[in-house]
């Protein structure tokens, strides 16, 4: 086992699942390349270690660092650079 996390594997699966699913529109073929290259690059860095665990728990725990996205036309306007 690479790191003690508190996670399942469907979590871990459905995980993974849900970052296929964010890109899945994505058709630049610049970007795939781009997407291609930091996913192996993540993959490198967590099977080689030069991540601690807390970074790996990270990868499950986005949403909380995630900001609310403004709904209303006022909540837009003052996160918008023009307030």
């Keep these: 086992m690479l790191y003690p996390l508190d996670v399942t594997k469907a979590q871990i699966q459905a995980r993974i699942?849900?970052?296929?699913e964010k890109h899945r529109y994505v058709e630049d073929i610049n970007v795939i390349d781009l997407l291609l290259f930091k996913g192996r690059t993540e993959l490198e860095e967590t099977l080689n270690q030069w991540k601690q665990t807390t970074h790996v728990m990270r990868f499950f725990n986005e949403d909380i660092y995630a900001k609310p996205k403004p709904q209303t036309f006022l909540e837009k306007f003052y996160t918008s650079n023009y307030a």
């Design 17 to 20: 699942r849900q970052e296929f």
